[in-house]
T-cell receptor
Framework: GAGVSQSPSNKVTEKGKDVELRCDPI?????LYWYRQSLGQGLEFLIY????????KSGLPSDRFSAERTGGSVSTLTIQRTQQEDSAVYLC??????????????FGAGTRLSVL | GENVGLHLPTLSVQEGDNSIINCAYS??????FIWYKQESGKGPQFIID?????DKRQGQRVTVLLNKTVKHLSLQIAATQPGDSAVYFC??????????FGKGTSLLVTP
């Protein structure tokens, strides 16, 4: 498909378990972002990848959160020892960043995470 | 800290009327603004963006106005349709590439 793809669309887990969320960006997009959206709230920035540069991790809420981007394409967001407050929709976006120009971020449908 | 917020959490309009959704931002260094539409169960969908060197930009049935003096952004939707019902988010960027989102306004279009 042409859009950003995220999997799974829904994930239910028990408190204390680890989860992995996957994002396939739009082909050719060099930048990839993860955001978190709690119920009825706006989006909270988590992490940003640009090409082969070191990621901007400034938004990660704790050391239980980590993300990787392999081969400059697919990204995985990992949450270790999940807590109930981690329950949210996790959204991935990608953009074609060229130089310093701001570019539109295109979002996937998200993964709805429920921690019981 | 710096934040982006919306004046009205909900807005109800009749089909065919024009809608105006407002957004205030507090970071005067912000140089890029963007509006997204989010329908239930879906990710945010790009509507329109504007850079700080402009004060108005038009798209199909939508217009974004930027007033840097009072740090205010608005989205105008002409001839609102039932399919426009959604939550609308404004977002701003002042450095790097991450967007800072407001909490959203829910637009309900009634027949």
């Amino acid at each position: 498909g042409a859009g950003v793809s995220q999997s799974p669309s829904n994930k239910v887990t028990e408190k204390g378990k680890d989860v992995e969320l996957r994002c396939d960006p739009i082909s050719g997009h060099t930048a990839l972002y993860w955001y978190r959206q709690s119920l009825g709230q706006g989006l909270e920035f988590l992490i940003y990848f640009q090409g082969n540069s070191a990621p901007d991790k400034s938004g990660l809420p704790s050391d239980r959160f980590s993300a990787e981007r392999t081969g400059g394409s697919v990204s995985t967001l990992t949450i270790q020892r999940t807590q109930q407050e981690d329950s949210a929709v996790y959204l991935c976006a990608s953009s074609l960043n060229i130089g310093l120009a701001k570019n539109i971020q295109y979002f996937g449908a998200g993964t709805r995470l429920s921690v019981l | 800290g710096e934040n982006v917020g919306l004046h009205l959490p909900t807005l109800s309009v009749q089909e065919g009327d024009n809608s105006i959704i407002n957004c205030a931002y507090s970071n005067s260094a912000s140089d890029y603004f963007i509006w997204y539409k989010q329908e239930s169960g879906k990710g945010p969908q790009f509507i329109i963006d504007i850079r700080s060197n402009m004060d108005k930009r038009q798209g199909q049935r939508v217009t974004v106005l930027l007033n840097k003096t009072v740090k205010h952004l608005s989205l105008q939707i002409a001839a609102t349709q039932p399919g426009d019902s959604a939550v609308y988010f404004c977002a701003e960027n002042n450095s790097g590439y991450a967007l800072n989102f407001g909490k959203g306004t829910s637009l309900l279009v009634t027949p």
